[in-house]
């Protein structure tokens, strides 16, 4: 899946600091799920075929607000 696929839901309020793909985002498929980018994460070992990332709450939080949740 290419990330022009994805329906970016942060990153677009910090006054331009983020445009460059490089920050924690939270992005929605077509099907209704997330993708998380973030830093990763090393808190414990997951899953073969999964992984962890860390996101700054606030992230989040624009994300829940971008879907009006």
Partial sequence: MAREE???LTG????GNCGQGD????YRTASGSFVVQGDV???FTPPA???LVE???EVLREAVR???W
């Fill in 23 to 26: 920050c924690p985002n939270v």
């Fill in 6 to 8: 994805l329906t970016r």
């Fill in 12 to 15: 677009n309020t910090n006054g």
């Fill in 41 to 43: 994460s090393l808190a």
């Fill in 55 to 57: 996101i700054p709450e």
């Fill in 49 to 51: 075929g999964e992984g």
């Fill in 66 to 68: 971008a879907l009006g």
